[in-house]
């Protein structure tokens, strides 16, 4: 089986511009979460979302958002770009048990660098 | 919210050694405790958890301990080897929502031959 496949795998952009990362969860799992990986530190949980319903936010501004699809991919949209916004964006996708979330497993990541 | 501190950032050890990474939290609803592998520039992976009903969890060199009282729990790698190299993760959140968990700031562990 697949695992989470994430894409694009690197991309740059200027400040003020806006970008969009998809994730594909494994088959099977219906929860999605992202996260931001700066350099030196560890994931920030940014957003969960489980049968396309938003299960938790972070503390991130509204310049993000993020969404489920039917096939429980997901994309996560950033506006207005800063400086600051570079970073790994990793998307995690579980198998939710009776209403548990279980093990996370991650993509490989998306590694944004804004100029 | 939750708040997990990850100590030492960085642990040099020779092949053969033992290795101690420690974490502290915050939140004492937290009750899901993994730890996570993350070769460079690789995702990171799973290698153990526990939850907090037990105290401790092996399997084979690896290692975790809990003390909910404390709000404290570690890893123990024993008998190193140089492919444990990597940036350990420690974090917590409740069982019920693992998708939402608050990681470390992890610790570079760099096993000598």
């Known amino acids: 089986d697949a695992g989470v496949t994430q894409s694009p795998t690197h991309l740059i952009k200027t400040r003020g511009q806006q970008v969009t990362l998809r994730c594909s969860p494994i088959?099977?799992?219906?929860?999605v979460s992202w996260y931001q990986q700066v350099l030196g530190q560890g994931p920030q949980f940014i957003f969960q979302?489980?049968?396309?319903?938003?299960?938790g936010r972070g503390n991130f501004p509204d310049r993000f958002s993020a969404r489920q699809f039917p096939n429980y991919s997901s994309e996560l949209n950033v506006n207005a770009l800063l400086l600051g916004d570079s970073a790994l964006y990793l998307c995690?996708?579980?198998?939710?048990?009776?209403?548990?979330?279980?093990?996370?497993?991650f993509g490989e990541g998306s590694r944004l660098t804004v100029l | 919210g939750e708040n997990v501190e990850q100590h030492p950032s960085t642990l040099s050890v020779q092949e053969g050694d033992s290795a101690v990474i420690k974490c502290t939290y915050s939140d004492s609803a937290s009750n899901y405790f993994p730890w996570y592998k993350q070769e460079l520039g690789k995702r990171p992976q799973l290698i153990i958890d526990?939850?907090?009903?037990?105290g401790e969890k092996k399997d084979q060199r690896i290692a975790v301990t809990l003390n909910k009282t404390a709000k404290h729990f570690s890893l123990h790698i024993t008998e190193t080897q140089p492919e444990d190299s990597a940036v350990y993760f420690c974090a917590a959140s409740r069982y019920t929502n693992a998708g939402k968990s608050t990681f470390g700031d992890g610790t570079t562990l760099t096993v000598k031959p």
């Open positions: 995690a996708s579980s198998l939710v048990d009776r209403g548990n979330t279980g093990e996370l497993f």
């Open positions: 526990i939850r907090s009903n037990v």
């Open positions: 088959s099977g799992h219906k929860s």
């Open positions: 979302y489980y049968e396309k319903e938003e299960r």
